[in-house]
């Protein structure tokens, strides 16, 4: 069973940055494949970002390209996500995920396991 906390969320202003964490636990973090997902009030729960358990394979949402990037940590069982030039339509509560497919997944029927959330508010 792996657990997952998130990190790093809170109030930023438009064009602002965050870095969120993702810290897991109970399992082998390196063998899984980690993704960012985002759910903003009122709607369904969107692919964000995702990285192969290992390597530079990485895959992004069309709206946050050029814009965020998703890294991981594999001695820290950490993975993060780095958001510059925030807008305020990227406001959601931002989730990490688990999967142990070894391929890129973009749906959340994918994942295995998931993190309680962590609210981003960006202001304009």
């Known amino acids: 069973q792996v657990q997952l906390v998130e990190s790093g969320g809170g109030l930023v202003q438009t064009g602002g940055s965050l870095r969120l964490s993702c810290a897991a636990s109970g399992g082998t973090f390196s063998s899984y494949g980690m993704g960012w997902f985002r759910q903003a009030p009122g709607k369904e729960r969107d692919f964000v970002a995702a990285i192969r358990w290992s390597g530079p394979s990485t895959a992004y949402a069309d709206s946050v390209k050029g814009r965020f990037t998703i890294s991981r940590d594999n001695v820290k069982n950490t993975v993060y996500l780095q958001m510059n030039s925030l807008k305020p339509e990227d406001t959601a509560v931002y989730y990490c995920?688990?999967?142990?497919?070894?391929?890129?997944?973009?749906?959340?029927?994918?994942?295995?396991?998931w993190g309680q959330g962590t609210q981003v508010t960006v202001s304009s």
């Open positions: 995920a688990a999967t142990s497919s070894g391929i890129l997944r973009t749906r959340t029927p994918w994942y295995d396991y």
